[in-house]
């Protein structure tokens, strides 16, 4: 199955790449503003698709002595290099497409309306070898929302072209680049905050701090718990350490306590990398936070 999952993806990639450049090239030929957004919105595709890719290949490689986590923050600094490139390739296309509403240019409508339309039969095809997985592969679900977001793009382009071919009115372009040059600037802003959680090992949005702490507390046999730490080593691997003040019991007692605890925060948080420390009072160490922060 993963195997599968890697070809799709590798195919995907590899028509994302070619699409990218055709759009490149007949955007550049004929003057759009309009298809060389959309092509901006296709290279965050190509790169969301090798992220992808190379995040599959590398999350299967063991830890080291040098990275004991791996290397799932990878995918999360070479994400932070797009986002921040599609921003900067997006203030260029903003400032160009003003530029053009003070002196319209001309467009070459009919080939960027024939690649508009390839563009929109390829980002389907990209979906369909996607859409098998995306269901249950977090990767794969980010890759196909890419994609149906890009869908979009070349359906605008391909409207821009109609108009331009059928009425001549130049602005069709620069209006339609605005609006996919702010697709692509909410998308990479959002693609932003979540790589700053991660690197600033914020909690997982989906995950509330409190109550997890809550869910462990209502535990038999716990006492309190304390210095919780919730964070996001990838996307989707989250992780949590916590001190747990427990009652006085054996060491068998401890154990099936502790397999409970992880068994509680599997089945019901989705964390399943857990570093539990059992006190029989509470700790005095500097760094021990007594208090939940930021409730």
Not at 113 to 126: H, K, Q
């Amino acid at each position: 199955m993963a195997e599968e999952r890697g070809q799709r993806l590798l195919w995907a990639l590899m028509l994302g790449f070619l699409i990218f450049i055709a759009q490149l090239i007949v955007g550049l030929l004929t003057g759009s503003l309009a298809l060389l957004a959309d092509t901006a919105h296709v290279f965050l595709d190509v790169f969301a698709l090798a992220l992808a890719y190379f995040g599959a290949r590398l999350s299967q490689r063991p830890p080291t002595a040098n990275y004991t986590y791996g290397f799932r923050r990878v995918e999360v600094l070479t994400a932070t290099v797009n986002g921040l490139t599609l921003l900067l390739l997006m203030g260029f296309v903003v400032k160009e497409a003003f530029a053009r509403f003070r002196t319209p240019q001309e467009v070459w409508a009919a080939p960027m309306l024939g690649m508009s339309v390839a563009g929109l039969l390829g980002n389907l095809l990209m979906a369909g070898l996607l859409r098998r997985h995306e269901g249950h592969d977090l990767n794969m679900r980010a890759a196909f929302l890419h994609v149906l977001g890009d869908a979009l793009g070349s359906v605008m382009t391909i409207t821009t072209g109609l108009v331009i071919l059928l009425t001549g009115w130049k602005l069709a372009d620069p209006l339609v680049s605005l609006a996919i040059a702010i697709i692509v600037v909410v998308g990479a802003v959002r693609v932003l905050r979540q790589c700053l959680r991660i690197l600033a090992e914020g909690a997982p949005e989906d995950l509330n701090l409190l109550k997890v702490a809550q869910r462990i507390a209502a535990i038999p046999g716990v006492r309190d718990v304390h210095d919780l730490h919730l964070w996001n080593i990838g996307p989707g691997f989250p992780a949590l350490s916590a001190h747990i003040v427990v009652e006085s019991q054996s060491m068998a007692e401890a154990d099936a306590l502790t397999s409970s605890l992880r068994h509680l925060l599997r089945e019901e948080f989705g964390i399943s990398h857990v570093t539990l420390q059992l006190e029989g009072s509470f700790c005095d160490a500097p760094c021990c936070d007594k208090v939940l922060k930021g409730q």
